[in-house]
């Protein structure tokens, strides 16, 4: 991948996929317009964590959302690509390739707005590749499961909560909702599988299976329905279970009324922009930042070196080779549920680390949100630790 150079690159072009490698930057003509519209009014400014700040904070403002979010998301581009890249070469998988794994990860980029703190976060691209990371990892494992099991197999793994929202998200009404449902669990109570290990490759209930489960149905529901009813039902929720646990990523890249006669360029602000750069500008303690950073790697690499080997060893295993926790277990033959324990009780220790750090040096008082807060800046630099210790 060639990397960007100018400001204007970095914050209106995209990635273009041929098959799935990198093909070329793609400009987005109304985001280069924008920028250099905000370019030519602050032309000293041209440092890239400045702009990160400017969008960011438009981003907050209601009415200006959407140019802000997809400057950024334009931004985020090569963290995207790259953990993509970094990612899917874990998975054993031929069917989702790069270029799915990267529309997956940046359609998490309200996620990553919303959950990103310039106080708390070392910056937006590190943070931003966490969730990226994370997300491609839940949905591969997802996917894989929903795309190994037939509609019958489904059905019979899923539970009721995702169902639910399931049906919510494919915007069924309540009445309906409810039938659904009450369908699936005379399904699930009368359907059961011969082997369990052959539950994914369910197929089709027989005839009799069907009648039995109009039968119960019926019994519990003021509106009798036949067995050809319920199949369409259940292979409805089905469908809408799929879609749900495996959404297809909207593009960032919608006119905001539906029609080519909109520009972003229309709703770029005007009267705040002064205003909002002049306090951008006074937030920018750019070493002091720095300083706090270093001394936060510091309180926590040493807290990581205090605690017990088998414990340092699960870290390692956890975040640089990516094992799930069954997989850790049966490596260090011990228990999934003490290799749970000990990630839980070593997040602990490094967010109380980090609180007393926080306490002492910048007399800042601990809070419950200020604990969550600290708990996402300890999972980013987890992941940033072990992945930096795992290339040397």
Known sequence: MQPRQSIIEIFSTFVQFDGDRFSRWAMESRLRRSIQSCLNQTPKESSEYFWVLYWYKFW?????????????????????????????????????????????????????????????????????????????????????????????????????????????????????????????????????????????????????????????????????????????????????????????PDSLNVSKSGDDSWELLDNLPGTQQESLIQEIIAQEETEKRTSQQTEIKHVLATAIAQLDPQVQQILQLYYSQQLNQDAIAKQLEIKQYTVSRRLTKAKEILLRSLANWSKNTLHISVTTDLLTSMSTVIEEWLHNYYSASNLC
């Open 60 to 248: 907050q403002i209601s009415e200006t959302k959407l140019l802000a979010k997809q400057h950024l998301a334009a931004y985020l581009q090569e963290p995207c690509y790259w953990t993509s890249q970094k990612t899917v070469a874990n998975f054993v998988s031929t069917q989702y390739k790069l270029a799915d794994c990267f529309q997956i990860a940046i359609a998490q980029i309200d996620r990553v707005l919303k959950g990103f703190n310039p106080s708390q976060s070392s910056t937006l691209k590190s943070y931003a590749g966490v969730i990226f990371g994370s997300a491609i990892r839940e949905t591969l494992r997802q996917c894989r499961e929903v795309d190994i099991c037939t509609d019958w197999g489904l059905l019979r793994k899923i539970s009721q909560k995702r169902l639910e929202e399931s049906l919510q998200n494919a915007g069924l009404s309540p009445e309906t909702i409810n039938t659904y449902v009450l369908a699936w669990r005379c399904f699930k109570t009368l359907y059961v599988p011969v082997k369990a290990g052959n539950s994914r490759q369910l197929s089709r209930p027989d005839p009799e299976i069907w009648q039995a489960i109009a039968k119960a149905y019926n019994s519990q529901s003021t509106q009798s329905e036949n067995p050809a009813n319920l199949e369409k039902w259940l292979l409805s929720a089905a469908k809408a279970a799929r879609k749900y646990l495996y959404p297809t």
